[in-house]
């Protein structure tokens, strides 16, 4: 696994576009790329910070930095292989995560379920919970920071709008299952993957 940061121009025009649209950053990453989102494995996550703007980015494989665009500058890569390697159980960290706490409900009359957002506290802090006990840790604190919305277009045959509720959780967790608990960091956790979402910030 590979952890890539890149920096963004709020000037430039084509930067500006894709924060105000999720479909257009999800390309703007993916172009970094030779496959798709799911076959690198790639996670990202924008962080703003001292009014400049970065991405951090894991993936199964180094991206292409000849790929950037305008707008896009390297800032550095880590081969994260030997850290994944050496998470076990018991260990604890701070986590930083920006989720879509949901679940799929029936629609009467419509083949597909539809991912409807958990709106309470408690629904949500549960919905972190239960996907912890799947994914090899529990939570052990968790502040709920703040919501926000993303939004994007579609092709009107794909859905047309789109919307995406984002919740900011930050605590501490306690490994449980080593080999559940990479796969999840690797992999991210809960729905949005494409659009920023499901990465796992680990610090000490």
Known sequence: MYLTKITLSLADRSIQRALGDCQQMHRLIMGLFDTDRASANVLYRLRSAQGAIAVYIYSSAPLKSDRLTLGMKFAGE??????????????????????????????????????????????????????AMQNGFAV???????????TGHHPAENGGRLYIDNYHYQGTLQVTD????????SSGLGPGKAYGLGMLLLTH
């Not at 081969?79 to 018991?90: A, H, I, R, T, V």
């Not at 052990?140 to 993303?150: A, H, I, W």
């Open 178 to 185: 080593a080999a559940l608990f990479r796969n999840v960091v």
């Open 78 to 131: 880590r081969d994260m292989g030997p850290w994944l390697e050496s998470l076990s159980e018991g260990q604890r960290w701070n986590f930083d995560l920006l989720a879509c706490p949901s679940k799929k409900v029936a629609v009467e009359g419509i083949k597909n379920s539809r991912r409807r957002i958990l709106r309470t506290p408690d629904e949500r802090a549960d919905w972190l919970r239960h996907k």
């Open 140 to 150: 052990m604190t968790v502040r709920e920071l703040g919501s926000s919305q993303q």
